[in-house]
């Protein structure tokens, strides 16, 4: 029986299209990883391994410049993944644990905005925004819009965590004379924790990566990362840029898997 | 993706009723005053006055989306004509981020497909290594893929090196690189929700095709295709309007010829045009038209969960 249901969902060619499907997705990352050991001055010639261009990145004449950017990159992330996660908890703790109401979907949509909008169309009103309320430009409003744009990236997974999560046990602590906020923070929050941990987790590597909004409101001489890798590349792409390329991508890579056994962990459970 | 996670689970409850309100503040606030609010005054400066060297004056005036849609010759006095530039760089960007989506279905569906029949256990594996490019930085991604695709690239090496052809492919700065681009950077987003509509569809429903002996691609093109159409859309779309509004991939693949309609309103903003209200008005054509792709999905997915009972 199972044999014969097997034979008749697959298909030939299937499993050529997806090992193809993750070369396409892999292949260009692997490569730039693979040329940022490349010893040689120019991108083109392989010259055989070595970390020049990572020194380069922390001691070469640019390093001053990738060390601002990268202080600026990873605390605007810190603050606005911290922020953007606890007003997606709050927000979550309402949709979920709040009831029926007429705002729902309103406050649904306007969580899931900045998803929905191109974020082309953010960045240039946030500039706006910004322009015509008279406010400098510069690390604030990177910052204020980070928090704004992560809200819906840190909410999804600790929404998703929480409706799995039964109310009894809250219920029974309460019935037990815990107030509503120890119910809260002993039963609840605990119970939460991968949830968030995800969600900060992604909202962290969403404000790390954005290009195209703090383009737009980043001030004159403020860069993050991805801006001054930007500003580099315009002028074709550098070996330095493709190892500090390299970093922000392991970067990613190791915060997406220790999200990933996070949420994973807690299945087995 | 989105409305999944607003439909409840079964342990909903109404522990924290009364204090809703202040519990979505903070995000109302926040969303409200630097999302939402921006939006709206994006679409007041698209009828404003520009001013010379960017910023605007506070007159009415329908200058900007004129500009946009109407020609009226070198001195603006001749009778409006349609104005092809922005329409045409407009059309480019639906037909770039069209060839994207159906680059990224034909890939994609197999793909999705493929992972959903696996066993129950190997699936999460799979979609977490289809994923995990997403969150690579997009604008680190379309570098590398510009440097995989160069001239002088590793693609091209590997080409000529196996023989297959002579002299390196020119596949930088053309619509094609554009196109390779953004099915690049969306690619996961086709995979994910037909994945979640594939593994939901009922394979006795194909044991049935398959009993009154219909072929297997009869019973793909018949059965399975239309039972998982509510993912598909969803996945064209996600690929869809992000490529639409994209900036990235035109400007670093494509080259100064092919623009799309993200560089256009880049350049009114950080470039030498500097006219804010048409950066704007150009801003409010490329919303509205992702509004209405929006809500038609939205109208087919109710459609969807109507018939699904």
């Known amino acids: ?269 | 993706m989105a409305a999944g996670a607003a439909s409840g689970g079964s342990a909903r409850a109404d522990t924290y009723k009364d204090a809703r309100g202040w519990l979505l503040l903070p995000s109302w606030a926040v969303l409200g005053i630097f999302v939402l609010g921006p939006v709206c005054m994006m679409l007041v400066y698209s009828f404003l006055t520009k001013e010379f060297r960017g910023g605007v004056i506070w007159e009415f005036s329908l200058a900007a989306y004129d500009q946009f849609f109407f020609d009226r010759g070198l001195f603006g006095d001749e009778p409006p004509a349609i104005e092809w530039t922005y329409i045409t760089i407009f059309w480019r960007s639906i037909w770039q981020a069209g060839a994207a989506t159906l680059l990224s279905l034909l890939i994609g569906f197999p793909t999705a497909y493929f992972i959903a029949t696996r066993p129950e256990n190997a699936r999460p594996m799979w979609v977490f290594l289809i994923t995990i490019p997403y969150w690579v930085n997009l604008l680190i991604r379309t570098v590398s893929m510009k440097f995989l695709l160069r001239d002088q690239g590793p693609l091209n090496d590997f080409l000529i090196g196996t023989g297959l052809i002579d002299s390196p492919i020119h596949i930088v700065n053309t619509n094609f690189a554009v196109q390779l681009g953004l099915f690049y950077s969306y690619l996961p987003f086709m995979v994910l929700p037909v994945y979640a509509a594939v593994e939901r569809y009922n394979f006795s429903l194909s044991e049935a095709a398959a009993d009154l002996y219909a072929s297997k691609w009869t019973t793909l093109r018949r059965i399975v295709l239309p039972a998982v159409k509510p993912g598909v859309v969803a996945g064209c779309i996600l690929v869809f309007v992000p490529s639409m509004g994209s900036f990235l991939a035109p400007d670093l693949l494509g080259g100064a010829k092919n623009f799309m309609i993200g560089s256009l309103i880049e350049e009114q903003f950080k470039g030498n045009a500097g006219n804010w209200p048409f950066g704007a008005a150009a801003s409010m054509v490329l919303l509205t038209m992702v509004l209405i792709i929006l809500m038609f999905s939205a109208r087919q997915q109710a459609k969807a969960d109507k018939a699904g009972g």
């Open chain 1, 1 to 269: 029986m199972a044999h014969v249901n097997n034979d008749i969902k697959t298909y030939t060619g299937f499993r050529a299209i997806t090992l193809l499907c993750l070369v396409v997705l892999y292949a260009p990352l692997v490569i730039v990883t693979i040329y940022s050991f490349n010893a040689s001055q120019s991108i083109t010639n392989w010259e055989g391994i070595s970390l020049r261009w990572y020194a380069d990145v922390f001691t070469g004449p640019e390093s001053g410049k990738f060390k601002t950017a990268a202080f600026n990159s990873f605390t605007i992330a810190i603050i606005a993944a911290t922020a953007s996660t606890a007003i997606a908890t709050l927000a979550a703790t309402a949709m979920v644990r709040g009831g029926t109401f007429k705002l729902r979907t309103v406050s649904f949509g306007l969580i899931s905005l900045p998803l929905m909008v191109p974020e082309i169309v953010t960045a240039v009103a946030t500039l706006i925004f910004f322009n015509a309320i008279g406010f400098t430009r510069g690390y604030m409003t990177i910052l204020v819009a980070h928090i704004a744009f992560c809200i819906p990236f840190a909410y999804l997974p600790i929404s998703a965590r929480m409706q799995g999560i039964e109310d009894s046990f809250e219920q029974a602590a309460m019935d037990l004379y815990a107030t509503r906020r120890q119910a809260f923070t002993r039963i609840l929050m605990p119970l939460m924790a991968p949830g968030i941990i995800s969600g900060f987790l992604l909202a962290f590597i969403v404000s790390l990566d954005d290009f195209i909004i703090t383009n737009f409101v980043k001030g004159a001489g403020v860069e993050t990362l991805p801006t001054a890798i930007f500003g580099s590349v315009k002028q074709g792409i550098k070996p330095n840029i493709m190892a500090i390329s390299t970093m922000l991508l392991s970067v990613s890579v190791v915060m997406v898997t220790i999200s990933y056994f996070v949420s994973k962990s807690d299945n087995t459970k």
